[in-house]
């Protein structure tokens, strides 16, 4: 039996059956949908020096980064993983989009240094990289050096990987890119309850509340603006993809809802994102919710959700 209906959305009130009676069978089904995922991902690759991995906000990439990297040494490749985010110009020197500096946008990237230092990968196997310090805001060139040897890859993730600036002047057929994002909802028969874009703004709302201790009101504030630079710069690239992989995970939305729910109800009804709030709280309250301590130590979830 289908778990999905004909718009690729899961159907919640089977997920919500499944998390009552089969809650291990319906978790391990989703662990496995998710690795084979990646198997092929790795497998499609061939014999490719350099993994591009992008995706949106909360899509999962560096988790989905890392597990590329351990299945590529299960096929005996070498391999490195590396954030984008370590080429980010200097805070002072970032660019201004409607009076404040935006770090969404590719302009924020040191585009130029990028390429270079992945055609050095490519010519001699290693290269030193920068590191970027967000404490400081400051970017350290030549810090860390790293090696794939002449059978490697380089795996490098950020939310502007697949924009044709970043690798200008390498062999495109030395490239291996792959977009990741949650491609499924949730519904229920007649409406959906949770979009993908949804899905992923929960997985934000849960992540920067105990990973970088941001506020439910400071994460609605910054991400009208996440969304407006992803559907310009990120998604329209999308196509360019060689393989996708779903991040989706079908029991999801019962992990994340206690914690997402105490998030969303410190959202006032003098706040601008109140309405937003409550479409999200009434959206959750349709799910049944399971314990956070049943997400396998090693699933892509625990990029996400605070595990006690």
Known sequence: ?????????????????????????????????????????????????????????????????????????????????????????????????????????????????????????????????????????TRTDDAEEVSVGKNGVLIIEGIHALNPVVYRGVDPLLLHRIYVSPHSGFAVPGKTVLTKRELRFI??????????????????????????????????????ADITIDTTHAYEPAVLKAQAVSLLSTISPQSPYFCDARALLSALSEVVPADPGVIPATSLLREFVSVG
């Not at 919640?12 to 499944?18: A, K, Q, Y």
């Not at 490749?77 to 935006?102: E, H, I, L, Q, T």
């Not at 970088?212 to 407006?228: I, Q, Y």
């Open 1 to 137: 039996m289908s778990i999905k209906n004909k718009n690729n959305e899961y159907m919640l009130d089977i997920i919500n059956r499944s998390v009552t009676v089969c809650r291990d069978i319906l978790i391990e089904n989703a662990e496995e949908i998710y690795h084979a995922q990646l198997v092929h991902a790795a497998l499609s690759g061939g014999e490719k020096s350099i993994f591009l991995v992008a995706g949106p906000s909360a899509s999962g990439k560096t988790t989905t980064a890392n597990k590329l990297k351990y299945e590529l040494s299960r096929m005996c490749r070498d391999s490195v993983v590396f954030s984008m985010d370590n080429f980010y110009k200097d805070r002072d020197r970032m660019p201004v989009v409607d009076g404040k500096a935006n770090p969404e946008v590719v302009e924020a990237l040191e585009v130029d240094l990028l390429a270079e230092k992945m055609r050095q990968i490519v010519r001699e196997g290693r290269a030193r990289l920068p590191v970027y310090d967000f404490l400081t805001g």
């Open 203 to 240: 997985r934000r709302l849960v992540r920067d509340s105990w990973a970088r201790g941001s506020s439910a009101e400071n994460t609605f504030r910054m991400w009208r603006e996440v969304c407006r630079c992803e559907d310009r710069y990120i998604r329209p690239l999308a196509s360019e």
